[in-house]
């Protein structure tokens, strides 16, 4: 398939655009109008499609004369960066913009979200935005835990405070003295279905659950996860790590795997062994394996900035931005109107956030 053949040559690696995972993705999760991929293509002689060099998700304007153009990033994806080939990224690129001008004259924007700040993918975006002459704006500005792996040497131990490692020690001792113990991996079939299945379950039994954002309080969701899970775990691209006291499992993280980049993508954990924190006990052990696992270089948190939890054990971090790119040389101040109303809509979705939480629905 031209698309997965496309990850392994991408200038930036994205598994949220494995189309194991972005194809499912666009089935179940996306309202009625859902995404458009953009694809571009190596042209010959002989042929208008020798190889692909580009996969751009967008979303067009809702209104048909809206300006700006945004890079698909949903709930549970977090990468906006998009497929290009590393041998042909600034040509792919020029493809793509051309299109979006040519196909909606009232498009002078484009909208990326979640891109690393000192990766590939933005370094080219400031290096054509100089080239062709357009406005490139950076929106926001925020850290992301990671993990920097390959480290001969260090474990898990060695991120936390000796104070820290003497509770966890303890929170341990006592998990075992209830009873037999155990720490797995699973990465391909039924194993795999199976501890899906437990990790959607233990979800649905927190506080994720209740408030309603758990995966199996709607279907489709559910649906969607047990497809990207089979789907990518076929091509050993996922893998489920999981705790167990006796036989129940009581913490479940999923992790995906592309080129030189894991992703801690979902945790989830038993509530009624809270006393325990089997959720950062099964994330030390999970990390000393990642530490240790053969080609991977970075482990992406997928966290939020300030995460309660994984935050306090990886120490390393990514800056992130979200960035608009003017498409139009000739409609500058489109751009600059363009920023000033989405910075706008987020300090009012903080506004609204805050007085949500003040008020004790959050």
């Given at each position: 398939m031209a698309w997965a053949d496309l990850t392994t040559r991408a200038l930036e690696s994205n598994i949220f655009l494995d189309p194991a995972f972005a194809l499912p993705a666009a089935r179940h999760l996306s309202d009625r109008k859902g995404p458009e991929f953009l694809l571009a293509w190596e042209q010959?002689?002989?042929?208008?499609?020798?190889?692909?060099?580009?996969?751009?998700?967008?979303?067009?304007?809702?209104?048909?004369?809206?300006?700006?153009?945004?890079?698909?990033?949903?709930?549970?994806?977090?990468?906006?960066?998009?497929?290009l080939d590393k041998a042909?990224?600034?040509?792919?690129?020029?493809?793509?913009?051309?299109?979006?001008?040519?196909?909606?004259n009232s498009v002078s924007i484009l909208a990326i979200s979640q891109i690393r700040e000192h990766g590939a993918t933005a370094a080219l975006?400031?290096?054509?935005?100089?080239?062709?002459?357009?406005?490139?704006?950076?929106?926001?500005?925020?850290?992301?835990?990671?993990?920097?792996?390959?480290?001969?040497?260090?474990?898990?131990?060695?991120?936390?405070?000796?104070?820290?490692k003497k509770e966890l020690d303890r929170q341990l001792r006592r998990l075992r003295d209830m009873?037999?113990?155990?720490?797995?991996?699973?990465?391909?079939?039924?194993?795999?279905?199976?501890?899906?299945?437990?990790?959607?379950?233990?979800?649905?039994s927190g506080w994720k659950g209740r408030d309603g954002g758990a995966f199996l309080n709607r279907p489709d969701h559910a649906a969607f996860v047990r497809s990207i899970a089979a789907?990518?775990?076929?091509?050993?691209?996922?893998?489920?790590?999981?705790?167990?006291?006796?036989?129940?499992?009581?913490?479940?993280?999923?992790?995906?795997?592309?080129?030189?980049?894991a992703y801690f993508w979902k945790t989830a954990y038993d509530e009624d062994f809270a006393f325990s924190s089997p959720g950062v006990l099964l994330t030390m052990s999970m990390t000393d394996s990642l530490l240790h696992e053969p080609g991977v270089r970075s482990v992406d948190s997928c966290a939020v900035s300030g995460h309660p939890m994984i935050d306090h054990i990886w120490r390393d971090r990514t800056p992130m931005a979200d960035v608009m790119l003017s498409l139009r040389a000739d409609r500058p101040q489109e751009l600059e109107g363009a920023v000033k109303r989405e910075l706008?809509?987020?300090?009012?979705?903080?506004?609204?956030?805050?007085?949500?939480?003040?008020?004790?629905?959050?």
């Open positions: 010959d002689g002989t042929s208008p499609r020798k190889r692909l060099i580009a996969v751009w998700p967008i979303v067009r304007p809702r209104l048909w004369f809206g300006s700006t153009c945004k890079t698909w990033v949903h709930d549970y994806c977090c990468s906006g960066a998009p497929l042909q990224a600034l040509r792919s690129l020029d493809a793509i913009l051309a299109y979006l001008r040519a196909s909606q975006l400031r290096h054509f935005s100089a080239l062709r002459g357009l406005a490139l704006n950076i929106v926001a500005h925020y850290d992301r835990a990671a993990l920097e792996a390959a480290r001969p040497g260090v474990s898990a131990a060695d991120f936390v405070s000796r104070k820290k009873g037999p113990l155990t720490l797995g991996v699973t990465r391909e079939g039924a194993d795999m279905a199976r501890h899906i299945e437990s990790f959607l379950a233990l979800e649905k789907a990518l775990g076929a091509e050993g691209k996922c893998r489920v790590y999981w705790m167990a006291s006796e036989d129940k499992i009581i913490a479940s993280n999923v992790v995906f795997f592309t080129g030189e980049t706008f809509r987020r300090r009012m979705r903080e506004k609204a956030k805050s007085a949500w939480a003040h008020l004790g629905f959050a």
